[in-house]
């Protein structure tokens, strides 16, 4: 009996100090800097996202997506963010982006059931040309929201809630509704602030119905959704490559601040 006692102890110690350093572990993990940021990707492994590993993977301390000539897609294609659905946040971070590259971050977005790793929601789209890096365009339903280098509202929605309603009201790859209520500068001229084939910064400040996309600290676009049919107050993160040629697509220092 004694034996079996003492044996009973050594392993409800062994026990406690292993979910005392599971809990230390975690804790590590979700701790905070002094703007209250936390990282969401630790640069060693694909820990807290769930992708495809034929097109992600880590390198050099990197989030790293890419498409080769034997691995073209039909889709697009996401890694996710499984550390929750945040609502009102803020989320900044790096990326570099071969010339022929098409990528974008989601937010506040569904994922799709019958595509895998698909993403259906609002978008900060970046592309290695930057034709597009820096606007607001909603992946898989209103499409642009806003253009580089304007501030819009989107009035309430007042058709159907059906795919086919909803597609009906694109115009030209915009959604037909989207108000431009102001500038914060020419497309061309903001385009000069974003780095070709090198490493750019990009914030996303997300809060009520206000989206705004910076990138290297430059305010590229800003809409106000008064969409309550088809916008979203919470949903999924993820990142993507974009069907087309081979590319490449690097993330790193992902750091998120839920408001």
Known sequence: MKKISISVMHFGLMLAVAMTASLGTSCVAQKKDKDGFVQIFDGKTLKGWDGDPTYWRVENGNLVGEITPTT?????????????????FEFKGEFNITSEGNSGINYRSDQLTDVPFALRGYQADIDGKNRYTGQNYEERKRTTLAYRGQKTT??????????EAVRANVKNNAWGGLTVTGSLGNSDSLKTKIKAEDWNTFRLVIKGNRLQHYINDVLMSEVTDEDTVNGKAKGLMGVQVHVGPPMK???????LKQL
């Open 72 to 88: 073209l897609l039909k889709t697009n294609n996401f890694i996710i963010w499984r550390g929750g659905e945040p609502g009102d």
């Open 154 to 163: 989107i009035p309430p929605y007042t058709g159907a809630a059906t795919p």
């Open 249 to 255: 697509v690097q993330y790193r220092n992902l750091m």
